[in-house]
């Protein structure tokens, strides 16, 4: 019995480090877990970039900066190219602006599932809000005017869709024509979805998300020269997130060179 004894506390005493060392390594695991991020999304609107800091809150929480930018567009924008002359390059009949956003947001992200291993997927949602800024300038095209039969004019003018059928269009003007005459309009959005990380290395973050977003603006955006412009976009998003943990006790691994190294060590628990 004594000898029963002995050998209980023995053992007791061996596993409690083991067990403190699991509890600090999950500590230090969490303590490491602030982000920096870029992401590329495409949505029903266009297409964009966004960078992200999150830092972490709790167990399960963070809170987070994020900057985006990218296009906006109207649901009735149709390529096409001159219906009767052989001429470069494609445009958007009645387009009259090309239209982008700039966004800064605070968001908050909840943790739902953790991941069982390095192998698994985390499974998050997120919620931001915050100021959205239309930027849009003015379409150039180059406007064919006949001399004769076999000749013509071409200058440079904002498409009149009253004035000028598709078949006066030679092509559009550089995306630099225009820019002096750019406009801003202000607003507000706020977004949310979910987050599907599944990075099989411990320091970097390769994720999924998608979600909706809302954006209302001042007044409608001129796009298309029809009466359906939009001041309110109701967006679907799919993004893919890549980035780094922030580790204060390894600085070397913050930066985003580190993603694409081939032989990093492998994470500890």
């Known amino acids: 019995m004594k000898k029963l004894l002995i050998i209980s506390v023995l053992i ?4 409690f480090p083991v067990l403190g060392q699991g509890e600090l390594n999950e500590q230090q695991k969490i303590f490491f877990k602030n982000e920096r991020s870029f992401a590329v999304l495409l949505n029903s609107d266009g297409y964009g970039l966004s960078y992200r800091e999150a830092k972490r809150i709790s167990f399960l929480n963070k809170r987070y900066f994020e900057i985006e930018a990218g296009s906006l567009k109207h649901p009735r924008e149709y390529r096409m190219s001159n219906p009767l002359f052989q001429t470069p390059g494609m445009f958007v009949y009645g387009k009259l602006n090309s ?11 909840h943790e739902i599932f953790k991941k069982g291993d390095l192998g ?32 013509f004019d071409i200058k440079e003018e904002k498409l009149d869709v009253n004035v000028h ?7 559009r ?8 005459e750019l406009k801003l309009l202000p607003g507000l959005f706020a977004k949310g979805g979910f987050n599907f990380e599944y990075s099989k ?14 954006t209302a603006f001042s007044k409608k955006i ?9 001041a309110l976009f109701f967006s679907l998003f799919i993004s893919y997130r890549f980035g780094v ?12 060179s580190y993603i694409f190294r081939r032989k990093r060590a492998p994470a500890i628990y």
């Open 99 to 109: 239209a982008f956003y700039l966004r800064g947001s605070y968001g908050f992200q």
């Open 165 to 171: 059928p598709p078949y006066d269009i030679y092509s």
């Open 173 to 180: 003007s550089s995306f630099t024509k225009g820019l002096g």
């Open 245 to 256: 943990i922030i580790d204060p006790l390894n600085p070397e691994s913050n930066k985003f």
């Open 12 to 15: 007791g005493y061996c596993a």
């Open 222 to 230: 001129p796009i298309m020269a029809t009466t359906d412009n939009k």
């Open 201 to 214: 290395e411990e320091k970097i973050i390769h994720a999924v998300e998608a979600g909706i977003s809302f």
């Open 120 to 151: 698994g997927v985390a499974v998050r949602y997120f919620v931001s809000a915050g100021p959205s800024f239309a930027v849009y300038k003015p379409i150039y095209y180059k406007i064919l005017y006949p001399l004769s039969d076999y000749e």
